[in-house]
């Protein structure tokens, strides 16, 4: 599964990430329905909360793109509570989180990492 985004490709860009203060580098990868893939890394700033998540970065990148259809995301850490609030707007329950991290892949579904998201 990891040839979609690639292991490589998913370190690669966590390494671009701009993590100064931190100094904690995150890389995703989100694939849509029809196979396209969108990377995103953390963003911080000086004033540290208007940080923006390497997830959250991944999906404004691909709906920049026109993209609406969501099948999975790699991701180098766990992803926070805001990110799969952020998710959770734009993705099914079946969506996949899949978490690689120490030479190992984590695979989850959206629902069980976060059963029962905020709506209006
Ligand atoms: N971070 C992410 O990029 N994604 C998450 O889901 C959790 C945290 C980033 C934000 C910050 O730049 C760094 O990790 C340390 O919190």
Redesign the pocket.
Known sequence: MMSECGGEELEKIKKMAH?PY?G?R?GACLITQDGKEYFGF?I?NASYSL?I???RVAFVHALLNGERNFKRIY?T????GA?LQFMAEFVQDDFEIVVVKDGEEKRFKFRELYPHPFRL
């Open positions: 993590a931190s904690h995150v953390n911080e940080t998540c390497a997830e991701v850490d766990f992803p926070c990110c």
